[in-house]
Nanobody
Framework: QVQLVESGGGSVQSGGSLRLSCAAS????????MGWFRQPPGKEREGVAT???????RYVDSVKGRFTISQDNAKNTLYLQMNSLKLEDTAMYYC???????????????????????WGGGTQVTVSS
């Protein structure tokens, strides 16, 4: 059974940094598209970043240059390094995964929530001024 467990969320001041982790079990990260979604208070859930085995990454425009998605296949763990955090980054962050191809994963941010087969329980990130 596939399980995704996020950690690393917390409270940070504007301009600060956090690193989220997602421990995956029940499968290996190869041939999977992995990603991070977030849901700000009172808003829809949105895709933030994706990565395919081998390192091809995509980001939503609002986090480009500030967030970095990466994975450690040996540890079966996905990461999201978040720098220069802004108030609008406050949200519940979710780790997601789906068996995929490089081509589909490169477009996955536009596919919406239904594309993703597996979801973690989320970790809260709160940015304050």
């Amino acid at each position: 059974q596939v399980q995704l467990v996020e950690s690393g969320g917390g409270s940070v001041q504007s301009g600060g940094s956090l690193r989220l982790s997602c421990a995956a079990s029940g499968y290996t990260l190869s041939r999977y598209c992995m990603g991070w979604f977030r849901q700000p208070p009172g808003k829809e859930r949105e895709g933030v970043a994706t990565i395919y085995t081998g390192g091809s990454t995509r980001y939503v425009d609002s986090v480009k240059g500030r967030f970095t998605i990466s994975q450690d296949n040996a540890k079966n763990t996905l990461y999201l390094q978040m720098n220069s955090l802004k108030l609008e980054d406050t949200a519940m962050y979710y780790c997601v995964a789906v068996p995929s191809t490089p081509e589909s994963c490169s477009r996955a941010l536009s596919f919406g929530r239904a594309y993703w087969a597996y979801w973690g329980g989320g970790t809260q990130v709160t940015v304050s001024s």
